[in-house]
C-alpha cells in the first residue's frame, strides 16, 4: 500500500500555525512586571533610575535645609561705636535658591518619568511583537501559500510587516543601545563626577544643617552668623550648577538620543517600505471587473 507524502504547503501551514499559536502563548505568559526586572537592558534603565532619584533626593535636602534655615530670625550684637543691638536676616538669596531648588528637582521627577516610560516601550515593544505582528505576518503566508490569486500583492505585504516587525522590535533596544554606548564611551567619568559631586554637597548641607539646628548657638554666634551663612551659600550653588549639568548629560543620553535614533529607524523603514512597493489596499484584492463597477 503506497501512502500519499504529506503536501509541502501542508507542512508550511502547519509549522506556521505553530508559530502562530507559540507566538501568542509566549506573549500571554509575559507581563509588565516580568519584563521589567528581566534582561540587561532593562536593568541598565533601573540603575539610570535609581541615580536620577539619588540627585533628586541631595535636591530635596538642600530644599529642606533652606526651609528650615528661612524661619530662623537670628539677633546678635554687631560691634560698632557704643555698641548697637541689631536684628539681621542676611537670608535674600534663600527665596531664590528655593525656587531653584524646587524647578531642578520638578525636572528630575520629569527625568524619571522618561525613564519608566523608556521601561514600558521596551516591554510593549516585544508584546506587540509577539502577539500581533509576527501571528499577522504567518497568517499572511499561508494565505499566499493556498492562494496564488493575489500571491504578488501578499507578498509584498508580508516583507513590508517583516520590516515593521524588524523596526518594532529593534527601535527601541537600539536607541537604549546606541544612548548607552555614548554614555559609556564619552560621559560616564562626567556624570559620575557630578553625581559624587551631588552627593558629597548634600552630606556637607546634612553636616551644616545639624548646626544651624542648635538656634541658641546661632544667637551665641551674633554678627559672626552672616559669615556663616555666606560660607554656605556656595554649597547651594555648587549643587544647583552639578545637577543643571546631570540634566543636560541626562537629556542627551536618554532623550535627544532615543528619539534620533527612532525618527532615524521610521525614516528607514519607510524608505524601504516605499522602496518595495508596500502598501495595504483592499483595491487591490478586487477583481477588475467589479473595481470598475465600483469606480462607475
Keep these: 500500500m503506497k501512502v500519499k507524502a504529506i503536501p509541502l504547503k501542508v507542512l508550511f501551514s502547519i509549522v506556521l500555525i505553530s508559530v502562530v499559536f507559540g507566538s501568542w502563548a509566549l506573549a500571554s505568559s509575559l507581563d509588565f512586571s516580568s519584563i521589567q526586572d528581566q534582561g540587561r537592558q532593562q536593568e541598565q534603565i ?6 536620577v532619584m539619588g540627585v533628586w533626593g541631595g535636591i530635596k535636602i538642600a530644599s529642606g535645609f533652606i526651609s528650615f534655615i528661612q524661619t530662623i530670625q537670628i539677633e546678635g550684637s554687631i560691634p560698632v561705636v557704643g555698641g548697637l543691638a541689631v536684628s539681621a536676616q542676611p537670608l535674600g538669596w534663600a527665596e531664590v535658591v528655593d525656587n531653584t531648588l524646587d524647578k ?5 521627577l520629569w527625568a524619571a518619568g522618561a525613564l519608566v516610560v523608556q ?7 516585544i508584546w506587540v ?7 499577522l505576518c504567518a497568517l499572511i503566508i499561508i494565505a499566499v501559500i493556498w492562494n496564488k490569486r493575489y500571491a504578488g500583492q501578499l507578498k509584498k505585504i508580508i516583507a513590508g510587516l517583516i520590516i515593521i516587525t524588524a523596526g518594532i522590535c529593534g527601535a527601541v533596544p537600539l536607541s537604549l543601545e546606541l544612548s548607552n554606548a555614548i554614555e559609556s564611551s564619552i560621559l560616564y567619568s562626567y556624570i559620575n563626577e557630578n553625581v559624587s559631586g551631588i552627593d558629597d554637597t548634600a552630606d556637607e548641607l546634612e553636616r551644616s544643617g545639624a548646626q544651624a539646628n542648635d538656634i541658641s548657638w546661632l544667637r551665641r554666634l551674633g554678627a559672626g552668623i552672616v559669615s556663616f551663612f555666606d560660607s ?3 554649597h547651594f550653588w555648587n549643587i544647583i550648577n552639578r545637577t543643571i549639568n546631570y540634566i543636560m548629560c541626562f537629556i542627551v543620553v536618554n532623550i535627544l538620543i532615543p528619539i534620533g535614533t527612532l525618527f532615524f529607524l521610521k525614516y528607514m523603514v519607510s524608505s524601504t517600505l516605499k522602496y518595495i512597493g508596500f502598501s495595504i489596499n483592499y483595491r487591490n484584492f478586487i477583481p477588475a471587473g467589479k473595481r470598475k463597477q465600483l469606480d462607475e
Aim: no cysteine.
Design 46 to 51: 533601573n540603575k539610570r533610575l535609581a541615580q
Design 104 to 108: 531642578v528637582s520638578n525636572i528630575l
Design 119 to 125: 521601561k514600558i516601550l521596551l516591554g510593549i515593544s
Design 129 to 135: 511583537s509577539l502577539r500581533i505582528l509576527i501571528p
Design 232 to 234: 554656605i551659600i556656595d
